[in-house]
């Protein structure tokens, strides 16, 4: 494999992953989820690294309110936007 790609696809990881930290922290900060409420949604997410379909899993538990789901769709746009600025 190509070395260039080889650290793409790594940086690529290394910043869903910190994405992912991010976002299941502002979930238990923000929305206050407990760490067993993250636990139903993880386990339905079978390891996938990433945050797209955790906002309907969320409300498809019940666990958060559709107001709840608009500021986690928002805090997500948020995310892309800098991304995409950085």
Do not use: C, K
């Not at 409300?59 to 746009?77: A, I, K, P, T």
């Amino acid at each position: 494999m190509d070395i260039f790609l080889a650290h793409s696809i790594h940086s690529a990881i290394m910043e869903s992953n910190l994405i992912l930290n991010q976002f299941y922290e502002f979930l238990q900060e923000d929305l206050f989820l407990s760490t067993d409420e993250l636990a139903v949604v993880r386990n339905q997410q079978h390891s996938v690294t990433s945050v797209t379909n955790l906002p309907m899993l969320l409300w498809q538990y019940g666990l958060v309110s559709l107001e709840q789901l608009q500021r986690v769709l928002d805090w997500l746009d948020h995310q892309t936007l800098l991304n995409v600025i950085s």
